[in-house]
């Protein structure tokens, strides 16, 4: 069909500079940087993985621990601390926060629990 054509000259349809590789060489090539992490986001619409695959990953993820950041471990065990590190007076709620931390704590020796 592209014989037939009268726009442009024959060399636009020929395909000359097109080379493909070898299936012998494809073989030897390095793979660029197979399997990255994080390639697949989880709700990525367009991402081809099966769907046992996916629900197979689902069921790893809701057994993994989630990862808590070290201000968050800090402020539950004393909750005016994350306002003291930035120079700031805890909030009232923060400090009745730790007073109840601080009652709970004692029941809990008294009963020698804790």
Partial sequence: MSGTSNVGGAGVYEAGDQRNVKDSE?????????GQPNSHKAQDSKDERSIANKLDRESKRQEEPKPISKEAKESQADPTLPAKKHGNEPSKGAKIDAEIQQEEDEMLRKKGIK
Avoid: N
């Fill in 26 to 34: 494809v073989d030897q090539a390095e793979r660029y940087k197979e």
